[in-house]
């Protein structure tokens, strides 16, 4: 079975660009999460999206925004890019209702996109 | 916020030994998950347990959380060095079972 997919997987922009990540959750999952790893702050929460609506937000600025379409494909973007905005971005789906193969409550990752700003 | 911690830190073991890792919290929780990371790669979920749940076993893994002291442990039998990874605790505290709160994790060596 196809996993999550991210793309690009590696990514280098410049400060004060702006940059969208793709995320394609496992078929058939409505849930789709997006969280930002760094070393400093390890993982944290950005945002859910559940059939086209965001659910939960985390503590990020609004320079952080996404959205998900009805084919449950997500989409996150960056605006005003910041030196600390270099991270790992991860995408996680979740079937988003019970029954099915896949557990409702846990969430399956995607393999991330390495974001550089220079 | 709500988040776990994780101890220890780092971990180094011989190939064949148990490895322990435990996870602290502070408020309650809906659940508790583990997963694994390697190096800075994407996470595989290990294994969830539910509040109302006091052991689970998945093959070499066996994990046990006690709600009364708000701590968990990841016990790895007979560790491999393909063990070797980054692995976190996250917590979901109800309301969304899609928002995780994770700790910083433990990594764990496994010398061959």
């Known amino acids: 079975k196809a996993g999550v997919t991210q793309t690009p997987r590696y990514l280098i922009k410049t400060r004060g660009q702006q940059v969208t990540l793709s995320c394609s959750p496992i078929s058939g999952h409505r849930s789709v999460s997006w969280y930002q790893q760094t070393p400093g702050q390890g993982l944290q929460f950005l945002f859910e999206?559940?059939?086209?609506?965001?659910?939960n937000k985390g503590n990020f600025p609004g320079r952080f925004s996404g959205r998900q379409f009805s084919n449950s494909r997500s989409e996150m973007n960056v605006s005003t890019l910041e030196l600390g905005d270099s991270a790992l971005y991860l995408c996680?789906?979740?079937?988003?209702?019970?029954?099915?193969?896949?557990?409702?409550?846990?969430?399956?990752f995607g393999p991330g996109t390495r974001l550089l700003v220079l | 916020s709500q988040q776990g911690e994780e101890d220890p830190q780092a971990l180094s073991i011989q190939e064949g030994e148990n490895a322990t890792m435990n996870c602290s919290y502070k408020t309650s929780i809906n659940n508790l998950q583990w997963y694994r990371q390697n190096s800075g790669r994407g996470l595989v979920h290990l294994i969830l347990?539910?509040?109302?749940?006091r052991e689970k076993h998945s093959g070499r893994l066996r994990v046990t959380l006690d709600t009364s002291k708000k701590s968990s442990s990841l016990l790895i039998t007979a560790s491999r060095a393909a063990d070797t990874a980054s692995y976190f605790c996250?917590?979901?505290?109800?309301?969304?079972?899609?928002?995780?709160?994770f700790g910083k994790g433990t990594l764990l060596t496994v010398n061959p």
């Open positions: 996250a917590l979901n505290s109800g309301g969304s079972n899609y928002k995780l709160t």
């Open positions: 999206y559940f059939s086209e609506t965001q659910r």
């Open positions: 347990i539910r509040s109302n749940e």
């Open positions: 996680a789906s979740s079937p988003g209702l019970a029954g099915g193969p896949y557990d409702q409550e846990t969430q399956y």
